[in-house]
């Protein structure tokens, strides 16, 4: 692997200086979406990525073990601890729950004690809050199917209208406010337009 594009640093007065501050100012002034970390061990970079998820100014960041040829899309993937409301009891399973995480994403992890699993999810499509599963064979269960919710651990920042991770209400294509702006934009465009014509 090469590293000849890859910047280090020094801050020269740690006593002084906050790292931390200055990645995430260093982040803004340069208006990157990516970057990456070097470590010495690969034993750092799993507990690191056991960790997640992380969130940074209150909105999700995804992590991942650099690959060649990775594609426009990577990183995008967020494991999540999710716990799952409203399963009958008699359906309380590792089964179960592995099939509701395998629906939404890649099951990692199934913890039957506090009703959760690990799941790790796709950061560019909309999360699930709300399903109803099938529930066949129960012995004393009559209906075939039954809402269950989803409540996910350390979410921070997603869109209140369609659930996405990557923008708020206000830029939100099905928002009537995105709508509104976007087309009091292309008039403005438009009028400038024809004041350049007029001129």
Known sequence: MSYSKTLIGRCMNPEEQDAKALLVMLLKIWKVRMFQF??????????????????????????????????????????????????????????????????????????????????????????????????????????????????YEKLFGFCKICSSLCHDEDHCPLSTKSFVKKKEIKEDLGSRKDDCARS
Request: one cysteine or more; proline letters at 5%; charged letters at 30%.
């Open 38 to 151: 070097h470590f010495e061990k690969d034993e750092d970079i799993e507990t690191l990525l056991e960790m997640q998820p992380f969130h940074f100014d209150y909105w999700m960041l995804t992590l991942a073990r650099w690959q060649p040829r990775m594609s426009r899309s990577l990183p995008s993937e967020i494991p999540f601890w999710i716990k799952v409301e409203g399963v009958p009891i008699e359906f309380w399973s590792t089964s179960t729950f592995q099939s509701i995480g395998d629906a939404i994403g890649e099951t990692r992890n199934v913890d039957l004690n506090y009703g959760n699993m690990r799941v790790v999810l796709d950061g560019f499509k909309e999360l699930c809050f709300d399903t109803t599963v099938d529930f066949k064979g129960g012995e004393f269960y009559e209906e075939e199917e039954a809402p269950v919710s989803l409540k």
